[in-house]
């Protein structure tokens, strides 16, 4: 089925050989650790990602609660009157969706869904660009396409893809969506990445965006098993990419990771973690005296052993 599809949900392989999805997720695993496919979460696709794109069927499917959250918390991001650029995807979909509701935007884009869920949005305009239909996700590519952005200038741009890692940022699987998502980019002040966890830490074969052109990127929150996702989302908060996290720390308006050392870019630092324990200091001694001053040591010795 992966090999036919490109990829496929856990609940749709327990559909189709009826039995458990924690049945089928174990199998799953292993077949992963032979080499015949790589896990996602809720689903699985081709090993390695480099050349195979998933259609828009299966990745609909794929990670569907995580992109709902990503575009509620990218929902904020846009201001009323605002002109803005949205690419092709499943997750820049929902983020359309919810774009309806913002009076006086402009939204310019590839994408016949995008185009799709703001059609009947009176106070929005669309504006589509030209090109060839390319099926597999309904979106508008090659020259025409990206003809039709030279000269565009617009606030931000909002864009998904295949993967994303610090060393390379955004990439793609296919070279005609890269080139459009390139023109995109170069048609917007700030660039903002929708990506749910598990793109974070996989590089396919065609660069969209480099790290250093991504102002922020908007994930959901890994889970705490999930290694790979929490290093890549430290490496590009350090790289100086705001990020925000849909639900982190129990916030549904998002958290950030705060950045190890000065971001590049002349934008707001990310703060540190909320809820940061704090350590007890000493009192004044010179008003305790030195008996009062020793008792205290001693009382935040034993608090922080505690």
Do not use: C, W
């Amino acid at each position: 089925m992966v090999r036919a599809n490109g990829a496929v949900s856990l609940r749709e392989l327990a559909r189709v050989v009826q039995t458990s999805e924690v049945t089928v997720r174990r199998d799953v695993r292993a077949l992963e650790a032979e080499g015949l496919l790589d896990r996602r979460h809720g689903g699985a696709v081709l090993p390695g990602g480099f050349t195979r794109e998933s259609g828009f069927p299966q990745k609909s499917h794929l990670a569907t609660a995580e992109k709902t959250a990503i575009a509620d918390l990218a929902a904020n991001f846009v201001e009323e009157g605002e002109a803005i650029v949205v690419g092709a995807g499943t997750t820049t979909q929902e983020l359309a969706r919810r774009l309806a509701r913002v009076p006086g935007l402009t939204v310019v884009t590839n994408s016949l869904l995008v185009a799709q869920a703001l059609a009947h949005a009176n106070r929005v305009e669309v504006v589509m660009t030209g090109g060839t239909l390319r099926g597999s996700n309904y979106a508008l590519v090659g020259s025409g396409a990206e003809q039709s952005l030279q000269g565009l200038r617009v606030s931000r741009a909002f864009l998904s893809g295949s993967g994303l890692t610090a060393e390379r940022g955004l990439s793609t699987s296919n070279m005609l969506s890269a080139s459009v998502d390139r023109a995109l980019v170069q048609a917007a002040s700030e660039v903002v990445v929708l990506a749910d966890h598990t793109k974070l830490g996989t590089d396919t074969m065609f660069q969209t965006v480099p790290t250093d052109v991504i102002t922020r990127l908007v994930t959901d929150d890994p889970p705490a098993h999930d290694d790979r996702a929490q290093t890549e989302l430290q490496a590009l908060a350090d790289q100086g990419v705001q990020i925000a996290v849909a639900g982190a720390s129990g916030n549904p308006g998002g958290d950030e990771v705060p950045a190890r050392r000065q971001q590049r870019r002349d934008v707001a630092l990310p703060g540190p973690r909320r809820g940061a324990p704090s350590g007890p200091g000493l009192r004044n001694a010179g008003v305790l005296g030195e008996a009062g001053a020793e008792r205290e040591r001693a009382r935040v010795a034993d608090l922080r052993r505690r």
